[in-house]
């Protein structure tokens, strides 16, 4: 099994939207992630997001930080914090967004 393969799978369809990121500085790219809305429930309801979130496999928009924006289906975010790893593996990041 490989992780990378897994995961570039998962991105490839539903719930990933596609997502352009416009960092503050330097090239900006497009790719694939999961916006998690606040509400959002996760682990068998035992965490509840309270702002938006995009979740996206770590290499798609490296070194995603805050203050960039995400455009994402046609809403533009800015994110609040810098970019986290998400998970144990570290394949997968996750940042904090708020509706621009």
Do not use: C, H
């Not at 429930?41 to 496999?57: N, T």
């Amino acid at each position: 099994m490989n992780p990378s393969n897994d995961l570039a799978i998962m991105y490839a369809g539903w719930p990933a939207v596609g997502v352009l990121w416009i960092p503050l500085q330097g090239q900006g790219s497009a790719g694939r992630g999961i916006l998690n809305y606040p509400g959002t429930v996760f682990f068998d309801d035992d965490i509840q997001a309270s702002s938006y979130a995009l979740q996206y496999p770590a290499n798609t928009f490296p070194g995603a930080k805050e203050g960039d924006r995400f455009v994402i289906e046609g809403v533009a975010y800015t994110a609040i914090k810098n970019a986290r790893e998400a998970g144990e593996d570290g394949l997968e990041a996750l940042i904090p967004l708020v509706k621009s």
